[in-house]
């Protein structure tokens, strides 16, 4: 059974920086694709960043410039560097990952409060 760990979300002031991680623990599985989501209250759920088992990267338009995904392969974790924090990327973040076979797992989310 697999299961992902969040951790690194917190209150940061405008401007600062966050660092977000996600681990897989379980059983053995290889993921082809990781990603970070986000849901602000009042709205669905969207698309922030995701990275491939080759490392392509894509991003939302809304955290481009801002924010680094990456992914430690042998770990079978994945990072989320956001700098540049504004109060609009206040949400809880879920990260996801998907299986060569396209399961999806998703973590329990961490809250992200952007305030000054």
């Known amino acids: 059974q697999v299961q992902l760990v969040e951790s690194g979300g917190g209150l940061v002031h405008p401007g600062g920086s966050l660092r977000l991680s996600c681990a897989a623990s379980?059983?053995?599985?290889?993921?082809?694709?990781m990603g970070w989501y986000r849901q602000a209250p009042g709205k669905q759920r969207e698309l922030v960043a995701g990275?491939?088992?080759?490392?392509?990267?894509n991003y939302a338009n809304s955290v481009k410039g801002r924010f680094t995904i990456s992914r430690d392969n042998a770990k079978n974790t994945v990072y989320l560097q956001m700098n540049s924090l504004k109060q609009e990327d206040t949400a809880v973040y879920y990260c996801?990952?998907?299986?060569?076979?396209?399961?999806?797992?998703w973590g329990q989310g961490t809250q992200v409060t952007v305030s000054s």
């Open positions: 990275v491939t088992s080759g490392h392509s990267t």
């Open positions: 996801k990952m998907t299986t060569m076979q396209l399961n999806d797992y």
């Open positions: 379980g059983s053995f599985v290889s993921f082809y694709l």
